[in-house]
């Protein structure tokens, strides 16, 4: 059974850092594209990075978070992570890791002050 489990979120203040963990079991993540999306209140979802399976060179940003959020990946674990950094309120949104047809549960961050 393939799961995906993410975690890390919570409430930062702008300008702040959290990192999210996505761990995958049930298959190997260095096989598939990742893809971190994410959906703010009465928005629609939208994509924020993917990777093909290895953190670079081919991975992906959106131009929203581009130089301020980070893919890495931790083979041994089966463990995807997002750095976030310079958080701004606009990043408020639950935060779903996907692999293929597979969805974690999603994980809220709050930028607030």
């Known amino acids: 059974e393939v799961q995906l489990q993410a975690s890390g979120g919570g409430l930062v203040q702008p300008g702040g850092s959290l990192r999210l963990s996505c761990v995958v079991s049930?298959?190997?993540?260095?096989?598939?594209?990742i893809v971190w999306f994410r959906q703010a209140p009465g928005k629609e979802r939208e994509g924020v990075s993917c990777?093909?399976?290895?953190?670079?060179?081919?991975?992906y940003y959106a131009d929203s978070v581009k130089g301020r959020f980070t893919m890495s990946s931790d083979s041994a674990k089966n463990t995807m992570y997002l750095q976030m950094d310079s958080l701004k309120p606009e990043d408020t949104a639950v935060y779903y890791c996907n692999i293929e047809s597979f969805w974690g549960q999603g994980t809220l961050v709050t930028v607030s002050s």
């Open positions: 990777t093909g399976g290895t953190p670079s060179p081919d991975t």
């Open positions: 049930g298959l190997n993540f260095d096989d598939y594209a």
